[in-house]
């Protein structure tokens, strides 16, 4: 007899962890199947997140801001450091062990709130409707056992999107797993692809002294940014750490000869170009992961780009079973995989109890979004384009960090914080932010958003001094034109 569960969930990336570890503690007994293995051919939960995404982009990032502040910023301060250099090795070193620590932690936490953990491919087989419980096949390298639950919750996440003519290899040509991997700086490094990921992994080895020129189709640039952000942001990048970044490009070819890799494309004036680089990185977005999951047998259903269909509540269509994070629409990020993740599990305990009052959902317009470039990036909320778009009169306050005592200690004062409000009532639309730290000062904001303040709300909070959140205080401040200090 196989086991049965109340719940399965078939991933274990920052949705499908956080969802078991939710479930588990409203006294569902949860399973967790995920089939990532680490380069060493152990089990390693935590999704693309933890393992080559999220987590271990930001430790090399830090890394290669400490060099680049010892090179190019520390001598302002009265430093002096010299015959400065880069151990790349001992660098990945200290990566790897930062995503060890955590992968093994989420297994402890598994172990702590009594979540079944197996390893291997989950498959959604077929449901006894007189048992109310799914079948789920799991495969670990061919040894396959199938379990039943009554709930399935599918978070099986994304894959980097293919470039048909440029397979990845991850030697020469490279996709996200590959580009936090090197054991040397690269000379020249080509990416495709000005996303999160793109900017993120060029600013890091760009950091470390290559020469990087990123190549990106859309006619613009960060086009799902505020364009003010955008243009901000180009420019910074241009002069402050010398990311090459071309728009409007169209990819023809890419060629590997020895150790070099030569990208032809044409560029925003249909102009041929060759572009010769000693690593390429890919980075042209990520598709849904729906690999194995058995969708032609089970009917799981699927729109036309590959995302599981679901309504608000995350459930699709067939019976008690969910899917959250990559997988569905929205945006493609790892707090919004969590939030679901959460809502599912307490939507899954109202249905055991029978009860029938409608749960929250998450609001997608009061997701944060952030490029931990630097500077940061972040943003909440619609920008100026959309709201002109969508006919809303709006109005802006504006603020730079120059303006800002804490950035002027700290020596960055390049960006802005603007706030966006409705003109009517005040209610605040949208904040965009592009400076130091953003990452965490947007929080604020979210929060802000989240219980519908205004920007005279924010204006008479009394904000720490000096530090930098006063860049958002004083933005606030700035949609009734009364900004304090410019």
Request: proline share 3%.
């Amino acid at each position: 007899m196989s086991e049965t569960f109340d719940v399965a969930v078939i991933g274990a990336g920052p949705g499908g962890y956080v969802a078991a570890i939710r479930c588990a503690q409203l006294g569902l007994n949860t399973v967790c199947i995920d089939e990532w293995k680490n380069p060493k051919g152990k089990a390693s939960l935590g999704g693309t997140c933890l393992n080559v995404g999220c987590i271990p982009s930001k430790a090399l990032l830090e890394s290669s801001e400490n060099y680049f502040q010892i090179q190019h910023k520390v001598s302002a301060h009265g430093i002096t450091a010299e015959n400065v250099s880069v151990d790349v090795p001992v660098m990945i070193a200290r990566k790897d062990k930062i995503v060890t620590m955590f992968t093994t932690g989420i297994a402890s936490l598994f172990k702590k709130n009594k979540v079944k953990s197996m390893h291997g491919r989950g498959t959604l087989l077929k449901r006894d409707a007189s048992a109310n419980t799914w079948q789920i096949k799991v495969d670990d390298n061919g040894t396959a056992e199938t379990i039943q639950a009554k709930h399935v919750i599918v978070a099986t996440g994304s894959v980097p999107r293919p470039l048909p003519f440029a397979e990845v290899d991850n030697v020469m040509i490279l996709d996200n797993a590959g580009a936090l991997a090197l054991t040397e700086v690269p000379k020249r490094l080509g990416v495709i692809g000005a996303g999160v990921i793109g900017l993120e992994m060029g600013s890091v080895w760009r950091r470390l002294g290559a020469e990087v020129t990123i190549l990106e189709a859309m006619p613009g640039f960060l086009m799902a940014a505020d364009e003010q952000i955008a243009k901000e942001a180009k420019s910074i990048f241009a002069k402050e750490t010398g990311l090459q970044i071309n728009t409007g490009v169209n990819i023809k070819s890419v060629k590997v000869t020895g150790d070099t890799v030569t990208v032809g494309y044409s560029d925003s004036n249909n102009q041929e170009q060759i572009l010769e680089v000693d690593k390429l990185i890919v980075a042209i977005g990520r598709i849904p992961n729906t690999a194995g999951l058995g969708v032609q047998e089970n009917g799981l259903q699927v729109d036309e780009r590959g995302f599981v269909v679901v309504d608000q509540y995350c459930r699709t269509n067939l019976a008690n079973v969910y899917a959250v994070g990559d997988v569905v629409r929205g945006p493609m990020l790892a707090h919004k995989a969590s939030e679901e993740g959460v809502a599912v599990a307490e939507m899954i305990q109202h249905v055991e109890k029978g009860q029938t009052d409608e749960l929250e959902t998450v609001d997608f317009n009061t997701v944060p979004w952030v490029i931990y470039t630097a500077p940061e990036i972040a943003w909440v909320g619609k920008n100026e384009q959309e709201l002109r778009a969508a006919g809303i009169a709006y109005k802006a306050g504006q603020f730079p960090f120059i303006a800002n005592g804490r950035a002027r200690a700290m020596g960055e004062i390049s960006g802005f914080i603007k706030v966006l409000a409705d003109e009517k009532t005040d209610r605040v639309l949208g904040v965009h932010m592009i400076g130091p730290h953003v990452s965490e000062l947007i929080s604020e904001a979210v929060m802000a958003m989240k219980f519908s303040a205004s920007s005279e709300d924010i204006a008479c909070i009394v904000h720490a001094h000096p530090s930098l959140s006063e860049v958002f205080h004083e933005a606030a401040l700035g949609v009734d034109k009364r900004a304090l200090h410019i």
